[in-house]
C-alpha cells in the first residue's frame, strides 16, 4: 500500500494482501533483541485511532480511483484516448482490470472489522459505530459493482481463506441491518473520541448518525425495483440527513506528491496523459449552459485548439499525448488539494427529489431538485449561478424522472460509481454505446471478478456466480437490476 503524508501524518498502513484472502496483515516494528515469546505470524495491536485515520484515507484512495475509473468510462464522464483508459472506454474490462479495486477494497474492509473487533473490549460505541457504517459503505460499493461477493465469511482470515459467495439479496438485508446498529452505536457518543484521527468528521458522533442515515436512504434508494416504497417509507420517519454543504461526507487531499488527490495523481503525476473527458458529458453542459464547465474540464493545452474545452468520442483511440485534442478532468476534482466525496447533501436531495417524484409529490419533488443543484453549484463556488441556471427551461423541474437523473448525473461526476448504479436503475441519461467496443454495442452492466479470484479462490466462484466469461459476463445483470 502507498505511504500517504496526510494533514501532516505519515501513515503507513502496513498491509500486505496476497491473493484474495491468502495473505495476513503483517505489522512491523523495529527492535534492537529478537524475542523468542513472540509469534511472528500474530500481528501486532495496532491502536484504533492509527486504523481509522489509515482506513478513510485508503478509502478516499479507492473510491476517488479504482472505483470510479472503470464506471466513469461506463457512463461516459471520460473517454480515454490510448492505454488503460482507452480500453476501459471501449468496454475491455478483463478480470485484471479490476484486481486493484478488489483487492484495496477488502484491505480497508480488514482495518475497520480489525477496529469493530477491538471494541469489543474497549467499548468504544463511536469507534465501533463508525468502523460499521463504513463496513457498509465499503461493502455496497463492491456488491453494487460485482454483484455477489464474499461477505459473511470474507474478514474471517484467521478461519476462512477461500470464502464462499453471498447473494447479493442477502448482502443487501445485512447491509441494512448493519447500518442501524452503526447508527445506533454512534449516536450514544460513547467510549474514546477518535478526534483529529477521524479525518472525515472529527468525531463528530451527530454528523456520523446523518451519514448513516444518509447512506441507509441511498442503499433503499437503490433497491427502487426490487422494493419501490422503501425508501419513501424510511424518508417519512424524517431521519436526520446530511443537508448541508458543510456536512458532506469527504477526503481532503493535500499539496504535496505524497498526499494528493487520486485523480491528480494519476491523470498528472504520472505523467500518463492518456485519459480524456468524454464529449458526451461535455456537449450535455454546453448545451445547457451550465456553470460547472469552468471547473469540471481542463481546457485543451496546446496547439489550434488551445482553450478550447472538447470531449473525445467514447471509444475513439485518436491519440492525444500532446494534449491538443481533448480536455481533461478540471480543477474542482482533479487538483493536487481537490476532495474526495463519499456522500454530499446535493446527492441526499437529489435521492429525496426521486423519492417524492416516484410518490407523485411534485411540490417536494421540485423542492429537492433544486436543493440539490444549489447545494452542488455552492460546494463549487458557483453559487451566485443557481438562479439563472435553475432558470433555464432545459435545467427546471419539469416533473420527469429524466430530468432528475440527467441533472444527478452532471452533479455526481465526482461519484462515477454511483452514476453507474443510477444508470442501470433508471435508464437515464440515455447512453450510445461507444464506438470500437468489444462487447458487440452492450454497455456494461457489472464489473468483471478479478484475475486474483479466478486463480486463488476458484472453487468459490465456480460454486458461487461462475468463472466469468470475457466481455459476456459484463451483461449479467446485479439482482437489484430488473
Same mark, same amino acid.
Given at each position: 500500500?502507498?505511504?500517504?503524508?496526510?494533514?501532516?501524518?505519515?501513515?503507513?498502513?502496513?498491509?500486505?494482501?496476497?491473493?484474495?484472502?491468502?495473505?495476513?496483515?503483517?505489522?512491523?516494528?523495529?527492535?534492537?533483541?529478537?524475542?523468542?515469546?513472540?509469534?511472528?505470524?500474530?500481528?501486532?495491536?495496532?491502536?484504533?485511532?492509527?486504523?481509522?485515520?489509515?482506513?478513510?484515507?485508503?478509502?478516499?484512495?479507492?473510491?476517488?480511483?479504482?472505483? =470510479?475509473?472503470?464506471?466513469?468510462?461506463?457512463?461516459?464522464?471520460?473517454?480515454?484516448?490510448?492505454?488503460?483508459?482507452?480500453?476501459?472506454?471501449?468496454?475491455?474490462?478483463?478480470?485484471?482490470?479490476?484486481?486493484?479495486?478488489?483487492?484495496?477494497?477488502?484491505?480497508?474492509?480488514?482495518?475497520?472489522?480489525?477496529?469493530?473487533?477491538?471494541?469489543?473490549?474497549?467499548?468504544?460505541?463511536?469507534?465501533?459505530?463508525?468502523?460499521?457504517?463504513?463496513?457498509?459503505?465499503?461493502?455496497?460499493?463492491?456488491?453494487?459493482?460485482?454483484?455477489?461477493?464474499?461477505?459473511?465469511? $470474507?474478514?474471517?482470515?484467521?478461519?476462512?481463506?477461500?470464502?464462499?459467495?453471498?447473494?447479493?439479496?442477502?448482502?443487501?438485508?445485512?447491509?441494512? &441491518?448493519?447500518?442501524?446498529?452503526?447508527?445506533?452505536?454512534?449516536?450514544?457518543?460513547?467510549?474514546?473520541?477518535?478526534?483529529?484521527?477521524?479525518?472525515?468528521? &472529527?468525531? %463528530?458522533?451527530?454528523?456520523?448518525? $446523518?451519514?448513516?442515515?444518509?447512506?441507509?436512504?441511498?442503499?433503499?434508494?437503490?433497491?427502487?425495483?426490487?422494493?419501490?416504497?422503501?425508501?419513501?417509507?424510511?424518508?417519512?420517519?424524517?431521519?436526520? +440527513?446530511?443537508?448541508?454543504?458543510?456536512?458532506?461526507?469527504?477526503?481532503?487531499?493535500?499539496?504535496?506528491?505524497?498526499?494528493?488527490?487520486?485523480?491528480?495523481?494519476?491523470?498528472?503525476? %504520472?505523467?500518463?496523459?492518456?485519459?480524456?473527458?468524454?464529449?458526451?458529458?461535455?456537449?450535455?453542459?454546453?448545451?445547457? %449552459?451550465?456553470?460547472?464547465?469552468?471547473?469540471?474540464?481542463?481546457?485543451?493545452?496546446?496547439?489550434?485548439? $488551445?482553450?478550447?474545452?472538447?470531449?473525445?468520442?467514447?471509444?475513439?483511440?485518436?491519440?492525444?499525448?500532446?494534449?491538443?485534442?481533448?480536455? &481533461? =478532468?478540471?480543477?474542482?476534482?482533479?487538483?493536487?488539494?481537490?476532495?474526495?466525496?463519499?456522500?454530499?447533501?446535493?446527492?441526499?436531495?437529489?435521492?429525496?427529489?426521486?423519492?417524492?417524484?416516484?410518490?407523485?409529490?411534485?411540490?417536494?419533488?421540485?423542492?429537492?431538485?433544486?436543493?440539490?443543484?444549489?447545494?452542488? +453549484?455552492?460546494?463549487?463556488?458557483?453559487?451566485?449561478?443557481?438562479? =439563472?441556471?435553475?432558470?433555464?427551461?432545459?435545467?427546471?423541474?419539469?416533473?420527469?424522472?429524466?430530468?432528475?437523473?440527467?441533472?444527478?448525473?452532471?452533479?455526481?461526476?465526482?461519484?462515477?460509481?454511483?452514476?453507474?448504479?443510477?444508470?442501470?436503475?433508471?435508464?437515464?441519461?440515455?447512453?450510445?454505446?461507444?464506438?470500437?467496443? &468489444?462487447? %458487440?454495442?452492450?454497455?456494461?452492466?457489472?464489473?468483471?471478478?478479478?484475475?486474483?479470484?479466478?486463480?486463488?479462490?476458484?472453487?468459490?466462484?465456480?460454486?458461487?456466480?461462475?468463472?466469468?466469461?470475457?466481455?459476456?459476463?459484463?451483461?449479467?445483470?446485479?439482482?437489484?437490476?430488473?
Amino acid at each position: 500500500m502507498k505511504k500517504i503524508k496526510f494533514f501532516d501524518q505519515i501513515i503507513n498502513t502496513k498491509n500486505l494482501f496476497v491473493g484474495f484472502f491468502t495473505g495476513i496483515l503483517l505489522l512491523s516494528s523495529c527492535t534492537s533483541e529478537l524475542d523468542i515469546n513472540s509469534d511472528p505470524n500474530a500481528p501486532t495491536a495496532v491502536p484504533n485511532s492509527t486504523l481509522l485515520t489509515s482506513s478513510e484515507v485508503n478509502l478516499g484512495y479507492i473510491i476517488g480511483g479504482e472505483a =470510479t475509473r472503470i464506471p466513469s468510462n461506463i457512463v461516459q464522464y471520460y473517454a480515454g484516448h490510448r492505454g488503460q483508459p482507452n480500453e476501459y472506454a471501449r468496454y475491455d474490462i478483463t478480470p485484471s482490470s479490476t484486481d486493484g479495486l478488489w483487492t484495496n477494497m477488502y484491505n480497508v474492509l480488514i482495518d475497520l472489522k480489525t477496529i469493530e473487533n477491538n471494541t469489543s473490549a474497549t467499548n468504544d460505541k463511536l469507534y465501533l459505530g463508525i468502523s460499521q457504517l463504513l463496513q457498509v459503505y465499503s461493502f455496497s460499493v463492491l456488491t453494487d459493482a460485482f454483484g455477489d461477493i464474499p461477505y459473511s465469511d $470474507a474478514l474471517k482470515l484467521s478461519s476462512t481463506l477461500t470464502p464462499a459467495y453471498d447473494k447479493q439479496e442477502d448482502i443487501y438485508n445485512d447491509l441494512l &441491518r448493519r447500518v442501524d446498529l452503526g447508527i445506533a452505536n454512534v449516536i450514544t457518543n460513547t467510549g474514546a473520541n477518535p478526534g483529529t484521527a477521524d479525518v472525515i468528521y &472529527r468525531g %463528530s458522533a451527530t454528523k456520523w448518525a $446523518a451519514f448513516g442515515n444518509s447512506l441507509k436512504l441511498r442503499l433503499l434508494n437503490h433497491l427502487s425495483l426490487r422494493r419501490p416504497t422503501a425508501a419513501l417509507n424510511f424518508l417519512q420517519t424524517n431521519p436526520t +440527513l446530511i443537508n448541508d454543504t458543510a456536512n458532506d461526507a469527504k477526503l481532503v487531499f493535500g499539496i504535496s506528491a505524497s498526499n494528493s488527490n487520486p485523480i491528480y495523481q494519476f491523470d498528472v503525476l %504520472s505523467g500518463r496523459k492518456d485519459n480524456a473527458v468524454a464529449n458526451t458529458l461535455v456537449n450535455k453542459m454546453k448545451s445547457l %449552459s451550465d456553470p460547472r464547465i469552468s471547473v469540471y474540464f481542463k481546457p485543451i493545452v496546446n496547439g489550434a485548439l $488551445a482553450g478550447q474545452i472538447l470531449g473525445n468520442i467514447p471509444g475513439d483511440d485518436t491519440d492525444d499525448s500532446g494534449e491538443s485534442l481533448f480536455s &481533461r =478532468t478540471g480543477s474542482a476534482y482533479a487538483s493536487t488539494d481537490s476532495p474526495v466525496i463519499l456522500i454530499s447533501a446535493a446527492e441526499v436531495n437529489f435521492i429525496k427529489a426521486e423519492i417524492y417524484f416516484r410518490a407523485s409529490d411534485a411540490t417536494n419533488a421540485l423542492l429537492n431538485y433544486n436543493n440539490a443543484i444549489t447545494q452542488d +453549484l455552492t460546494s463549487l463556488g458557483l453559487a451566485a449561478s443557481a438562479t =439563472t441556471y435553475l432558470g433555464n427551461p432545459l435545467v427546471a423541474y419539469n416533473n420527469t424522472l429524466e430530468r432528475i437523473m440527467e441533472q444527478k448525473w452532471i452533479t455526481m461526476y465526482q461519484g462515477a460509481y454511483e452514476s453507474f448504479v443510477d444508470w442501470r436503475r433508471t435508464g437515464f441519461p440515455v447512453l450510445t454505446p461507444s464506438v470500437n467496443n &468489444r462487447t %458487440s454495442n452492450a454497455i456494461p452492466v457489472r464489473l468483471s471478478y478479478p484475475q486474483i479470484e479466478i486463480n486463488v479462490n476458484t472453487a468459490s466462484l465456480q460454486a458461487g456466480p461462475g468463472i466469468p466469461l470475457p466481455y459476456v459476463s459484463l451483461s449479467n445483470k446485479v439482482w437489484w437490476d430488473l
